[in-house]
Every structure is written in C-alpha cells, then in structure tokens.
C-alpha cells in the first residue's frame, strides 16, 4: 500500500479551499512565531538582567513577545484564506459583538496597558490594592500576581486594581515609622532622649534627615510616653524598624531607665487595721 | 593593600586581614575586618586578585549611588571659584580577574555608615552622608578609611550663595590610590539652590593608579552625565 504524503496535504478540509496542508502551515507558522517570540524574550531578560530594573525588563520582554506573536499571527492568517482587509471590513459589526461579549476581558486589558505605562506600581512593590496586602509578583496583560506577606498567591483583574484605591508603601524613597517609649515618672525624660537619641544616631539606616525628633508626648497615668519618629529608607525600613526598638530598650536600661509597671494609689477614708500572725497583734496603718 | 595578588598572599593592616590560603586543597579567600569575617572558596586557574578602593556607597548594604558631603557652610560671591579639599569615606572592593572579566569578591571598610535623604521623600534620593572639614590643601587621612575629594567650586550665578554640602552621583566616581586614596570632583553653581556636580578623570596628585570602578565591574553600562543638585546646597 503505497502513502500518499502530497495527496494528504492537498486533501481539502471542507472549509473553502483550504487544504490541510495550509492548517499546517498556519500551526507551523504559529509555533514558529510562540518559539521565536519566547526566545527573544528570554534572551532581552537576560540581556537585560542587571541594567534595568526588573519591572521595566519585563515590561520590554512582553512587549518585544506580543510584537513577535502578533507578526506571527498576521503572517499565518493567509493560509486560512483569512484576509486582513476583509477582517477590517467585518471588524465593525464583529467588533461590536465580541466588544459585548468580552467586555470585562478588553476593560482588564486596557487596564493593564494602563497600569503598565502609568507605573502606580512596580514589580516588587509593596502594596495595598482591593484589600490585599503584598509585594508584586508580575503585572500581566488581563491580570497583577500579587503575593500577600504570607505567601499566598493571589490573582487580582486589572480593571480592579485600576479602579481601587492603590497604597504602594514603597513608592517614596523614605518613609517614616514610630515608637512610644514609656518610662518612669522618676526618671530623667531629658536623659532618656538623649540616649535615644544617640542609639538612633548610631544605625546607619536611621535617616540623617530628616532628622529624627523624640519628644514627651504625654503623660500617662503610670508613666512618662515618649515618642520617637525616625525616617529610613523605603526598601529596608521594616529591618531598621525592628531592630531599633530592642536598641533602644537595651542602652536605657543599662542606664538605669527601665519600663514601668501599672501602679494605683490607693487611699482609704479610714486608718487601715492589719491582723495576723502569732498572738494576732494588731497594727495601724 | 591596594594593588594585584597571584595565587596564595596575606594583607594585615591594623583590624583588616585580607587572605587567600589553600585549605584542604582548596583556594580560600578570607577576610575579617572590625570583627567582620567573609569567606568565599575560590575556583579560578589565574587567581588574580586586585584589591583597591571603591565608590563608598556599598555597606553596610547598598541602597544608594548617590553621596552627600557635609562641610562648614561657605558662602561665595558671584562668579568666584575657589578649590577646596574634603576628606570622604573610603570603601575596599576585592575584584577576581580572569580573560574574560573582573568579579567583585567582597566590599569592606572601617568605621561607621550613615544615610539621609536629599530631597522630598516623594521625589528625593537617598545618599550615603559623610560630614567633612573645609581644607585648603590636601589634609592628613587614615589611607584605608578616609580618602581625599578636590573639590572645585564655581559660582555661576549672579548672587552669592552659601553652600554646605554637595552631593554626587557615585557611579561617575574615578578613585585613585597611591600614598592615600583621592578623587577629583566640581561643582558649578547656577543658582542659589542648584548646582551640578560631577568627577573628574585626573587625579589630584601626578602618578596615581586608578581604581577598578563597581559599577564597571558589575558591567552596567552608564552615561557620564552628572548629577544636578535641586533640593537646595545646605
């Protein structure tokens, strides 16, 4: 039984004139065009890997993919006897049907190309948006991969990450934190601010300025509130602000400052009467 | 310290012990330093180590290009210039060469490390900050901790501005090494709150040796382009 190889290529499908060897070679050409297109943009990554930051490598790799992927497509479509004029021409009534039946798909994809160019946020970025807190895995076409601080993976529609509130923690290149020292009413507030103070001075990521400011804030019913407010840098303030508190805490109890414990005085209208012990001898107070 | 080791060599200079050793057979490279210790094994077939100064934005990690010099408030008329000298911190950057490029092994110094930021937290920058003296020629320094910025001051605008600090964009840093460690810099005022900085290729002293800068190392490719200051010059 001899094969025919020719014969099945040039065996039409039903469908127009096309023959199978043209289904062929559209798939070829479009698994051609995906390989080339995936190539390329692993290649610029790479390329690109320690001269620009990592949203707007990204950001060059899918552009340079979908550029890729899209020739692909235009250069097959023929051999689906698919002209792109006539596509032109049917695109308004076919348009308006597909633009109703993929609404919310073409408003994430414009969102995305927003969200893209507009840069609210970055890959990396620490951010709040419709309620998820996390850093930014990756920024996509119809949808942002944020990872919470848990590590769950989470997919967010861009049209709602366009349309929310948007809170990128990391946005500024410093940002500025808190603590409330509380000491005793008998310690020296002025002493203890100054060796706050100095343990403020000595890290090095405790911005220089602004300066840090620690004040009385006010008075507690058991103690003395301090406030200190130190700025550091955005990228690794969390590490500045955990280790300073302990710092702090530390130089002034060596210093003889120490946290103070809740305390009531308590006064009776009466003299007390206290009984106990051998002989219940009885005392006042 | 500074300079090119082959194969196996010691460096101890006060607190810094710089090393590579063959330990059970393998090159080590060891480093302490203030009581900081780093460790790498080491394969190369050249082992061609160059130790030299580097642009000081690097510990105690980096999250900056960008360095801020302090100094006593001058005040300058217009259309003065005046060469002034300020001491700067100096950070030690270990390289690997081999015929197909330089690797950064280790960065270390001595002493402490301070930032700030220049600028609006929005639109500012952070800078690695060092508070200097005004010296009107080349001052005494410690060689592995400190180096020496000339520094030439131009006012051209048409007021007298005060000025008290300067910041620069690091990764135009050309470093020299010789009897101490020195750079080059201006500073051209053109307005009582801006001024635009830069290095300069040459150094202060004939003869010096030039440093292998990070960033060249890192092959990231820059512009020589400057940095205006335009958050004020105090």
Redesign the interface.
């Known amino acids: 039984m001899t094969f025919n190889v020719t014969g099945i290529l040039e065996t039409p499908t039903g469908i127009g004139t096309i023959t199978v060897s043209d289904v062929l070679w559209f798939v070829v050409i479009i698994a051609v065009g995906v390989a080339i297109a995936k190539i390329v943009s692993i290649n610029v990554r790479r390329a690109l890997a320690?001269?620009l930051p990592k949203n707007e490598r990204e950001l060059i790799a899918k552009v340079i993919y979908y550029i890729i992927v899209i020739w692909a497509v235009i250069v097959a479509l023929p051999y689906l006897n698919i002209n792109l004029s006539g596509l032109l021409v049917a695109g308004g009534i076919a348009g308006l049907v597909i633009g109703f039946a993929s609404q919310s798909v073409v408003s994430n994809l414009v969102s995305g190309l927003f969200l893209m160019f507009e840069h609210p946020i970055k890959i990396g970025d620490s951010i709040n948006v419709a309620g998820v807190s996390g850093s930014v895995e990756d920024i996509r076409i119809l949808s942002t991969i944020v990872k919470t601080y848990d590590g769950i993976y989470t997919r967010i529609p861009n049209e709602k990450v366009f349309t929310s509130n948007i809170t990128n923690y990391v946005h500024?290149?410093?940002?500025?934190f808190e603590y409330s020292i509380s000491i005793r009413y008998e310690d020296d507030a002025n002493e203890a601010i100054r060796l706050t103070k100095e343990v403020i001075e000595?890290h090095?990521?405790a911005?220089?300025?602004?300066a840090p400011s620690v004040f009385v804030d006010n008075l507690g019913d058991d103690c003395l509130n301090l406030t200190a407010r130190i700025?550091a840098?955005t990228?690794?303030w969390w590490d500045v602000r955990t280790e300073l508190l302990w710092d702090i805490v530390k130089k002034l109890e060596e210093n003889g400052i120490e946290m103070p414990y809740p305390q009531r005085t308590v006064w009776f209208a009466d003299d007390l009467r206290v009984t106990g012990g051998k002989g219940e001898e009885e005392s006042r107070i | 310290m500074f300079g090119q080791y082959y194969d196996t060599f010691r460096c101890e200079v006060g607190d810094i012990l710089v090393e590579t050793e063959q330990i059970d057979g393998l090159l080590t490279y060891r480093r302490r330093c203030e009581g900081r210790a780093f460790k790498r094994i080491l394969v190369s077939e050249t082992a061609r180590i160059i130790i030299n100064p580097v642009e000081p934005v690097n510990?105690?990690?980096e999250?900056?290009d960008f360095l801020q010099m302090e100094f006593t408030p001058i005040v300058i008329e217009p259309g003065a210039a005046r060469t002034i000298y300020l001491k700067f911190p100096v950070e030690i950057g270990v390289f690997l060469e081999s015929e197909k490029g330089i690797e950064v092994l280790d960065v270390f110094g001595t002493g402490?490390?301070?930032?700030?930021?220049?600028?609006s937290?929005?639109?500012?920058?952070?800078v690695r900050?060092y508070r200097s003296a005004v010296y009107s020629e080349i001052p005494q320094v410690e060689r592995f901790s400190e180096g020496v910025m000339e520094l030439s001051i131009q006012n051209a605008s048409h007021e007298w501005v005060e000025v008290s600090s300067v910041v620069f964009d690091s990764v135009d840093m050309k470093i020299y090494y010789g009897d101490i460690v020195a750079t080059t810099a201006t500073m051209k005022i053109v307005s009582p709150v801006m001024a635009e900085t830069d290095f300069i290729d040459s150094p202060p002293i004939p003869g010096m040796a030039r440093s292998i800068e990070l960033y060249k190392a890192?092959?990231?490719?820059v512009l020589d382009r400057g940095y205006l200051m335009e958050w004020g010059l105090s």
């Open positions: 320690e001269r500024n290149a410093a940002r500025r000595a090095p990521f911005l220089k300025n602004p700025w840098p990228q690794n | 510990l105690p990690k999250v900056t402490t490390q301070k930032y700030a930021l220049y600028g937290p929005t639109s500012g920058v952070i900050w890192r092959k990231i490719p």
